[in-house]
Nanobody, 123 residues
Framework: VQLQASGGGLAQAGGSLRLSCSAS????????VGWFRQAPGKEREFVAG????????FHNDSVKGRFTISRDRDRNLVYLHMNSLKSEDTAVYYC?????????????????WGQGTLVTVSS
């Protein structure tokens, strides 16, 4: 399974972006999917996760109330809607497919990763 994250770019603080994650195979639709991010000099951290059917979601406290993960199973896409962006949201964002159908925040349970898309927020 190959994943592709897109939608990154430059945004002003307080602005919005929507990231998209697509997969090469339909298998993606039966997996939990997560978004992670990695800022320069920092470890990759979990941002948000969604179960295979979209019935369960979880957002890191740092983005709760500002970011929303969703998925369109018919189109085989997972989104990360980012609002009220802050400079500390600047990072490369990665989507990943979990080994399980459930959503998880544990990085070790994700075995398929996209190449990442850069989000830069200017203050």
């Amino acid at each position: 399974v190959q994943l592709q994250a897109s939608g990154g770019g430059l945004a002003q603080a307080g602005g919005s972006l929507r990231l998209s994650c697509s997969a090469s195979r339909r298998t993606f639709t039966n997996n939990g999917v997560g978004w992670f991010r990695q800022a320069p000099g920092k470890e990759r951290e979990f941002v948000a996760g969604i179960s295979w059917n979209g019935g369960s979601t979880f957002h890191n406290d740092s983005v709760k109330g500002r970011f929303t993960i969703s998925r369109d199973r018919d189109r085989n896409l997972v989104y990360l809607h980012m609002n009220s962006l802050k400079s500390e949201d600047t990072a490369v964002y990665y989507c990943a497919a979990a080994r399980t159908a459930a959503m998880t925040s544990q990085k070790a349970l994700y075995n398929y990763w996209g190449q990442g898309t850069l989000v830069t927020v200017s203050s």
